[in-house]
T-cell receptor, first 113, second 114 residues
Framework: GDSVTQMEGPVTLSEEAFLTINCTYTATGYPSLFWYVQYPGEGLQLLLKATKADDKGSNKGFEATYRKETTSFHLEKGSVQVSDSAVYFCALSDGGSARQLTFGSGTQLTVLP | GAGVSQSPRYKVAKRGQDVALRCDPISGHVSLFWYQQALGQGPEFLTYFQNEAQLDKSGLPSDRFFAERPEGSVSTLKIQRTQQEDSAVYLC????????????FGSGTQLSVL
């Protein structure tokens, strides 16, 4: 079945550091890939997505590129801020719809001033 | 409403009790999803509604779990004879269409079974 493996946390960075959170996936079809973010006390929010190979999703300075050859969708940001502290979830949807998302286990990011 | 609302925010149940968790999706959203999130894990799919029709319940872990959405808006997830392994955060999400890939999540109901 489908699965998502993401970098274990927690990750602690200083403000303005470079961020990478690794995500790899296994899927039988051609999935859409997502990053969701959960800020403290809030529900999960869609951060970015990519629907086909070589697509790059981007939002709020974060970006991730759909790499079919390495089955990866790593999240990057060039300069993190304290307000980026949250839990980040990589997810996939097989078949292109959001009917059933498969999530990774999440990565806790803490950014120190 | 402005967002997906879930109630109660926290629920403590004794083992063997029945519980009911409520979800108010964003007004007009056709699709509604329930996910279960164990501590330190990502959410796992439970069930999916399109309007009042339950189109997928493949993720429900046992026949003690039951979900309904009788009028195509508010949904209730019911767990009968709760067990300790049911302790988790239960998340509700909605989307505007059946094929919209953007889900809007509620803050969840944290269920603790003692």
């Amino acid at each position: 079945g489908d699965s998502v493996t993401q970098m274990e946390g927690p990750v602690t960075l200083s403000e303005e550091a470079f961020l990478t959170i690794n995500c790899t996936y296994t899927a039988t079809g051609y999935p859409s890939l997502f990053w969701y973010v959960q800020y403290p006390g809030e529900g999960l929010q869609l951060l970015l997505k990519a629907t086909k190979a070589d697509d790059k999703g981007s939002n709020k300075g974060f970006e991730a590129t759909y790499r079919k050859e390495t089955t990866s969708f790593h999240l990057e940001k060039g300069s993190v801020q304290v307000s980026d502290s949250a839990v980040y979830f990589c997810a996939l949807s097989d078949g292109g719809s959001a009917r059933q998302l498969t999530f990774g286990s999440g990565t806790q990011l803490t950014v120190l001033p | 409403g402005a967002g997906v609302s879930q109630s109660p925010r926290y629920k403590v149940a004794k083992r063997g009790q029945d519980v009911a968790l409520r979800c108010d999706p964003i007004s007009g959203h056709v699709s509604l999803f329930w996910y279960q999130q164990a501590l330190g894990q990502g959410p796992e799919f439970l069930t999916y509604f399109q309007n009042e029709a339950q189109l997928d319940k493949s993720g429900l872990p046992s026949d003690r779990f039951f979900a309904e959405r009788p009028e195509g808006s508010v949904s209730t997830l019911k767990i009968q004879r709760t067990q300790q392994e049911d302790s988790a955060v239960y998340l509700c999400a909605s989307s505007s269409t059946g094929y919209d890939e953007k889900l809007f999540f509620g803050s969840g109901t944290q269920l603790s079974v003692l």
